[in-house]
């Protein structure tokens, strides 16, 4: 299984960005996927879930303002982030779901390199 992130870049505050996250030796179709994101000192944290069955879940931090999605024919999952904050810069990373807790990246394997997205102000 290998994830690759990608489309993080310095913006400033108010733009919009989208990440995407490639898979491949999975099918996107049939796992259930998380976007999770880790600023300097800070613990990892939840952002936005999307599914097997296509039902999302999103951080209230981020809801009303990102959108997770996914391509099956692409096999490409997305991240769409409005109205991007400073306090959204960290590190993004994709992740499959293999445990239970929707919240706890420990319940999530198969992790990409992460791609850095940084808000100014």
């Known amino acids: 299984v290998r994830l690759v992130e990608s489309g993080g870049e310095l913006v400033q505050a108010g733009d919009s960005l989208r990440l995407s996250c490639a898979a491949s030796g999975l099918a996107l179709s049939r796992n259930s996927m998380g976007w999770f994101r880790q600023a300097p000192g800070k613990e990892r944290e939840f952002v936005a879930g999307i599914w097997w069955s296509g039902g999302t879940t999103y951080a209230d931090s981020v809801k009303g303002r990102f959108t997770i999605s996914r391509d099956n024919d692409k096999n490409t999952m997305y991240l769409q982030m409005n109205s991007l904050k400073p306090e959204d810069t960290a590190i993004y990373y994709c992740?499959?779901?293999?445990?239970?807790?929707?919240?706890?990246?420990?319940?999530?394997?198969?992790w990409g390199q992460g791609t850095q997205v940084t808000v100014s102000s």
């Open positions: 992740a499959r779901k293999s445990g239970t807790d929707t919240y706890n990246s420990r319940d999530y394997d198969d």
